[in-house]
């Protein structure tokens, strides 16, 4: 479903109207499949339920009945999981009614996840698990005294735990639900045991949509492959560099030709002996100082005076590179100011492990890699998020191929 709702914000909308009608129709349509059923004498419930909520509704059924299919269907997510979670209701829900639902429930969940509408996946993953468990507490309910409850409290705590592929975290969440310790040897049993079947077949669903999506989400550890490879291996170019002093036409020239945001800054003659690594400057501070104009007719440091024009609260908000006019294109404009002097470098044959490592632990945008002589340029070249990514290490280094698929696999095992 993921893959048609990229085709654009038209194709995105249609889906969202006819999953929407889709839902209606399954929310108000099955129940008629359903017939009704006496109610309960022993329940303390009123029955049929009057308003919004509850565990009996009444859905065409004459006074004294109830329709337990409407009964989950028709009540907001919260009363239906309460309604499957609830002890001591076996007879409230038939074993047909439970089939339908989680039918349902299971095929609506998975075309509405990945849909243009933050529909969520933990209430429907709950729902379905909830109503297996109640089924597979039927069929075995004359082997164990256990209550339907609580079989569909673990069916729940299975699917998460399938899905989700979180063992702590649901573990509490669920413990809070229920508010007894007594349930934790088998809830740790049995998240346990349904991530450990779900990663010998793929991957959480978390994982998958990050991996759709092309996120360059960044392990807590480098790969095993990464070791036999080093910073520079997986340096992609062009290099883009700026000098200290540049004139405005280049500069916006590639900001309108490059996606890069962040570009190293180098001084040369006049201003040093020898090129010279200064720093790096944003391509959203190049904006901002595109958009004061503070240029000047010769190779100048102008620093000061663009330092008394622009105030903290200019960065704040970018421009947009327009308005400058062709005299202006062959002006130069002082990076100095805006320019960070002290960026994260690494020596080119730093290992690639250590420098993914060092990238996340800092929260890095821009790893600089310098050679290890000075006899040439002091910038090799940047490492970004993306230049760490499997896709990309494919590309430059076909070899590598077939420890990166391995490394993934057990990545997210």
């Known amino acids: 479903m993921y893959e048609f709702c990229r085709q654009g914000p038209k194709v ?33 419930d009123e029955c049929p339920s009057l308003g919004g909520s509850g565990n009996y ?17 028709l009540n907001t997510s919260d009363d239906a999981i309460r309604n499957l979670f609830s002890h001591g209701t076996q007879k409230e829900f038939q074993l047909s009614t439970r089939l339908i639902f989680f039918v349902a429930i299971y095929c609506l969940g998975i ?15 709950i729902l379905a698990g909830a109503s ?33 592929r979180m063992t702590v975290s649901l573990c509490i969440i669920l413990l809070e639900l229920t508010n007894d310790l007594l349930m934790l040897p088998l809830m740790m049993l049995v998240l346990l045991v349904s991530k450990t079947v779900g990663d ?26 990464m070791r036999s490879l080093v910073a520079k291996d997986v340096v992609s170019g062009p290099l883009i560099t700026f000098s200290g002093v ?34 790096l400057v944003l391509r959203s501070h190049l904006l901002v100082l595109l958009k004061g104009k503070t240029f000047s007719k010769t190779r100048a440091m102008i620093g000061s005076e663009i330092l008394e024009r622009l105030e903290a609260n200019d960065f704040g908000k970018a421009g947009l590179g327009r308005g400058i006019k062709g005299e202006e294109m062959e002006m130069f404009v002082d990076l100095h100011p805006i320019t960070n002097t002290s960026p994260y470098t690494v020596l080119e044959t730093m290992s690639l492990a ?13 790893l600089c890699v310098v050679p290890k002589t000075h006899a040439r340029p002091p910038v090799v070249g940047i490492l970004t998020r993306h230049d760490f990514m499997e896709k990309h290490i494919r ?12 490394a993934s696999v057990l990545h997210f095992r």
Not at 263 to 276: G, L, M, S, W, Y
Request: negative net charge; charged residues 15%; aromatic residues 10%.
């Open 200 to 225: 010998c077949f793929n991957m959480g669903a978390y994982e998958q949509i990050v991996r759709m999506k092309g996120l360059p989400y960044l392990a807590d550890h480098g790969e095993p492959y």
């Open 12 to 44: 995105q909308v249609l889906i969202v109207v006819i999953i929407s009608l889709l839902t209606s129709c399954c929310s108000y349509g099955i129940p008629w499949l359903a017939n009704c059923t006496p109610c309960p004498i022993d329940t303390k």
């Open 132 to 164: 297996y468990g109640r089924i597979v507490g039927t069929v075995v309910g004359s082997l164990s005294s256990l209550d339907a409850g609580l079989f569909s409290l673990l069916g729940a705590a299975s699917f998460l735990g399938g899905t989700m």
């Open 354 to 366: 250590k420098a993914a490592v060092l990238f996340r632990e800092l929260g890095l945008r821009h």
């Open 57 to 73: 509704k009444n859905f065409q059924c004459r006074p004294g009945y109830y329709n337990d299919l409407a009964s989950l269907f």
């Open 111 to 125: 075309i509405t996840y990945g849909i243009a509408v933050p529909s969520g996946l933990f209430i429907p993953v």
């Open 246 to 279: 540049e004139k405005v036409g280049n500069v916006l020239h590639f900001l309108k030709t490059t996606g890069h945001h962040g570009f190293p800054i180098i001084d040369d003659q006049p201003f040093t002996d020898a090129p010279e690594l200064v720093g």
């Open 395 to 406: 590309r430059l280094h076909p070899c590598y191929n077939s420890q990166v698929e391995e």
